[in-house]
Each structure stands twice: as C-alpha cells, then as structure tokens.
C-alpha cells in the first residue's frame, strides 16, 4: 500500500471536481447528508456550492495511532439538522470510500428509519479505492493500489494545544 499525499489546494480542487460531476450528471437532490468527520468539510461546501441544506450523521470507525487502525463502526442515533424533516432524494457524502463497510452500513440505517421516507439515496466522495465492497455513485478519483490517504488537515490530529 502507497501513501497519496493531498494539499488544501489539491482537496479543494477535488471537491470542485465532485461538485461538477454532479452537476453533469443533471440528478436533482433536495439535501446533502454528510458523515462525519471526513465528509463535513465536502458536505459543507456541496452545501454552499448548490444553495442545499446540510445535515449530518457522525460516524467513526479509525482509531488508533495516527487514526490509521480500522476498528468497529459506530453510527451515531441521530441526524444533526436544520430542516424539519430529511428530504426524500440525498446526497449521501463522505471522502472516501476504503473497505466499504460504513457507505453499505449506512444506506442499511438509512433504509431501516422509515420515518424519513428517502425515495433515493446517491453517494459521493472524492477518492474510492479498489479494496472498497461497496461503490459510490459519483467519485473524482478510482484508486487501484488502495493508497493510504494524508488529507491536509491530518496535521491537527497530531498536534497538542501547546504546539499553537
């Protein structure tokens, strides 16, 4: 396995990629549903890029040293919104699509809170590796060596307070 290296200007770019991708693929969405924490930065500017509300599930699954082991899935019990209720056709975003397990977990715990009554549900992420069970719908980049991704903002989860 590979290292892949992103800058903010690269990430950035990316996401602008995402957002065209989108767009040209003419499917409308009434809201972009983000997991958190790798998806809020991508969900927040899909959010602002196509004037839709944003709402948010967190879930966690990388622990360890450097956030680098993958552990069990935890799926948070609810979704964090401004809108009274989910719209019915999402934009499910995250950024990256690894093993597969949460984007397939996640459309499971979609589908099993009827209350929300989804029509349709559509994911998009900036990187999906080989390895993954699980494909999006939209992605910018297919990663056949399943790299190890170093986001630009990593550096914040190895720094200390005092560090500042």
């Given at each position: ?40 930065r991508i969900g927040d500017l899909l959010s602002r890029i196509y004037n839709k509300p944003l709402a948010i599930l967190s879930t966690s699954s990388y ?102």
């Open positions: 396995m590979s290292d892949l290296y992103v800058s903010w200007e690269e990430y950035h770019a990316k996401i602008e990629d995402l957002a065209a991708q989108i767009y040209q693929s003419h499917w409308e969405f009434d809201q972009i549903l983000c997991l958190a924490r790798g998806g809020l622990g360890g040293k450097d956030f680098q082991e993958r552990g069990k899935l935890t799926i948070a019990n609810n979704i964090t919104m401004t809108t009274d209720t989910l719209g019915k056709r999402i934009l499910l975003v995250d950024d990256l699509v690894d093993s597969g397990v949460t984007l397939a977990r996640i459309l499971e715990w979609l589908k099993d809170h009827e209350e929300f009554a989804i029509t349709e549900v559509r994911s998009a992420v900036l990187w999906f590796k080989a390895c993954s069970i699980a494909k999006p719908d939209y992605y910018v980049d297919f990663l056949a060596d399943n790299p190890w991704i170093h986001q630009p903002f990593e550096k914040y989860e190895k720094m200390q307070l005092s560090d500042l």
